[in-house]
């Protein structure tokens, strides 16, 4: 894997989400405070790498030696200030996972649903006419097809997830706000 390929767009990927996510957080109408709290780009995007590692861990846990340290890397890099090992993902992963209504260890890759990032970029990009949510699409499907290519084998779980993940990011989602 490339990690000075994936270092360098990450950081240009958090610069592009930073103005996104604060323009969200102040103006969508229908914001939590929850939400409040947690849209910001460094929490949206490693969200978003826990949610992926989820996906992956759940629905194949014997390939979490080869795409874990990879997402540890990833995640690093979006936050200094946590200290992610291999032990705080799994932890992560764990929390997610239980916090699923359905409660169970198996996430089904063909529900999974299109990224919270996604819907501020899109809100954003509704506003101002721009074209963000391609650019942090192709960014989010990169990083997946990176880690999950890293070993030189694509399982079918990672290729499902892979095909599943495509469609999620670059079809037109009317109702992601």
Known sequence: MDTIL???????ILK???PLADYYRLNYKDITDYEKRVIYAKHLLASEMIR???????NDPSESDKTLPAIVEILKEIDKSTRYDKIK????IELYIKNQPQGKRDLVIEELDPPMLLRVVKFYDSVFLTNNMYIVANY????LN???KQDGIVTDIEKRLLTRYQTI?????????
Do not use: C, G, P, R
């Open 52 to 58: 992926i590692a989820s996906f992956l861990y759940a």
């Open 16 to 18: 592009l989400v930073v």
């Open 146 to 148: 990176l880690i999950v």
């Open 89 to 92: 993902l799994l932890s992560e």
């Open 140 to 143: 989010l499907f990169q990083i």
């Open 169 to 177: 990011l670059h079809e037109s989602n009317e109702d992601l706000y």
């Open 6 to 12: 994936i270092k360098t767009q990450t950081h240009e």
